[in-house]
């Protein structure tokens, strides 16, 4: 049975940080494509960070330069560090997980077959 447990979201004010965690169960981060999604109200979910087997991430252009994704595989957990935060980024931020180690050129949430529950980062001006 596979888990994704997400934490680390609340409200910060314009310019702040936060640092997600997503602990996984029953998927090995070193061996699986991740990623995280966030879905503001009456959006799509958009992928924001994938992060390959061999560690590199890549990024939507929104957050290019102001998060950092990555891993530590004796751990099994996946980490969002987000920097310079602004309101648009306010959404449901939620981890995933794909079967297949491999990762497409996009973070598209119809090829991740698990999912955390979300956490809630509010970000005000």
């Known amino acids: 049975q596979v888990q994704l447990v997400e934490s680390g979201g609340g409200s910060v004010q314009t310019g702040g940080s936060l640092k997600l965690s997503c602990t996984a169960s029953?998927?090995?981060?070193?061996?699986?494509?991740m990623g995280w999604f966030r879905q503001a109200p009456g959006k799509e979910r958009e992928g924001v960070a994938q992060?390959?087997?061999?560690?590199?991430?890549g990024y939507t252009d929104s957050v290019k330069g102001r998060y950092s994704a990555y891993k530590d595989n004796a751990k099994n957990t996946l980490y969002l560090q987000m920097n310079s935060l602004k309101p648009e980024d306010t959404a449901m931020y939620y981890c995933?997980?794909?079967?297949?180690?491999?990762?497409?050129?996009?973070?598209?949430?119809?090829?991740?077959?698990?999912w955390g529950q979300g956490t809630q980062v509010t970000v005000s001006s």
């Open positions: 029953g998927v090995l981060v070193r061996t699986s494509c």
């Open positions: 992060i390959a087997v061999f560690g590199g991430a």
């Open positions: 995933a997980a794909r079967t297949s180690s491999y990762c497409g050129s996009n973070a598209r949430p119809g090829d991740f077959n698990y």
